[in-house]
């Protein structure tokens, strides 16, 4: 009986073979013509002279731009800030399991997102003081007044653009904060109830640190989103970035100079959003 030979040195030795990868020459084709219209765009930029630099610097550090540009940083923080809580509430009547607090809060999102926050914002500032002429407010069963004024001179370009941008991203945070609830399993709920947690602890300890890892990044892009938002104010007359710079164009004629102006503040507002929600994301690890 023979034996089959033994596996030559070379064979048993032998590497596999390298699998080489074709290099994919597509994307960085479409890049070289991305790159190459954008040359041409600058090119042909410079050479009109479209945007003067002696301009545009002229204006980037303006005291009245730079007023401007707070005020919008200030209107979109604050805006978010009652935002998120005008969120949260609506978010706990959504899961409260309650049929008229859910139908409420339903109710509020679909009609806060579901028109144009343009509208809105004229809506407070216009026909809410034709709807309401007179502020008054009382302590009922005394002759104490604590306010009596008229609509138009409590609801300013400023209180008007707060409350309609809040009420507006209201709508969408509590969709969010909503989300980030329902994300945690309910397993965590159920062993909580077990050994007998109430709900608001429940909520407190197990569900909204959870949750919270969902809601930030989320949150983060709806207040970038909300930083330039506070644009639409200027139709109502409150003196944000991009009302300033078109009252100054408006007297110069630089138009292309402002609104380069305003659209490199509205960037750096932007970097420091995306800053923030970088740090806050560092406080709520995904594991």
């Known amino acids: 009986m023979t034996s089959a030979p033994p596996p030559s040195p070379s064979s048993a030795t032998a590497r596999p073979r390298r699998v080489v990868h074709r290099r994919p020459w597509g994307p960085w084709i479409f890049a070289a013509l991305v790159l190459a219209a954008l040359a041409v765009l600058l090119h042909a930029a410079i050479k009109a002279q479209v945007l003067k630099a002696s301009i545009f610097l002229e204006y980037l550090f303006s005291r009245l731009v730079l007023e401007g540009a707070v005020n919008s940083l200030m209107l979109g923080t604050t805006a978010l800030l009652l935002a998120g809580l005008v969120g949260l509430v ?39 003081p034709i709807m309401f002429p007179q502020l008054h407010i009382a302590i009922p069963f005394t002759s104490w007044v604590l306010l009596d004024a008229p609509m138009t001179s409590v609801i300013t370009p400023h209180v008007a653009a707060l409350i309609g941008l809040s009420l507006a991203e209201g709508a969408y945070m509590a969709e969010i904060i909503r989300g980030g609830f329902l994300a945690v399993d309910n397993g965590q709920r159920d062993a909580a109830r077990a050994i007998g947690m109430p709900h608001g602890l429940l909520m407190r300890k197990v569900v909204i640190p959870q949750a919270a890892r969902i809601i930030v990044p989320a949150a983060g892009n709806q207040y970038i989103l909300l930083l330039k938002s506070t644009s639409l104010a200027s139709a109502i007359g409150y003196l944000e970035l991009l009302r300033i710079s078109t009252d100054i164009y408006a007297a110069n004629f630089h138009v292309v100079e402002l609104l380069a102006v305003a659209g490199f503040w509205y960037l750096v507002m932007t970097a420091f959003a995306t800053a923030l929600q970088t740090a806050l994301e560092k406080l709520f690890p995904h594991r």
């Not at 706990?92 to 509020?108: D, E, H, K, Q, W």
């Open 90 to 128: 609506a978010a706990l009547m959504r899961v409260s399991g309650n049929p008229i607090l859910t139908a409420f809060a339903s109710t509020y999102i679909y009609l806060f997102r579901g028109t144009p926050m343009l509208i809105q914002l004229i809506f407070w500032f216009n026909a809410f």
